[in-house]
């Protein structure tokens, strides 16, 4: 799986940084939400720790991002 720090990136560049934030807090709502859920493939055991680390990865990219 790519970084989630590479694709914010890729998005500053390409779209700004207000889009690129609004992306980041709307994915990291998804990703909880299939976490929570658990009845689809991000809950699964394989899959799981990698979105776990997804939004860990949103989580302080937001925190630190003053953009």
């Not at 970084?3 to 690129?20: K, N, T, V």
Request: no cysteine; proline share 3%.
């Amino acid at each position: 799986m790519t970084s989630e720090r590479q694709r914010i990136e890729f998005l500053l560049a390409r779209d700004g940084p207000q889009a690129a934030r609004e992306w980041v807090e709307r994915t990291r709502e998804i990703y909880r939400a299939a976490l929570a859920s658990g009845a689809n493939p991000a809950a699964a055991s394989e899959y799981r720790s990698l979105f776990e680390a997804a939004v860990r990865e949103f989580d302080e990219w937001l925190a630190g991002s003053d953009r």
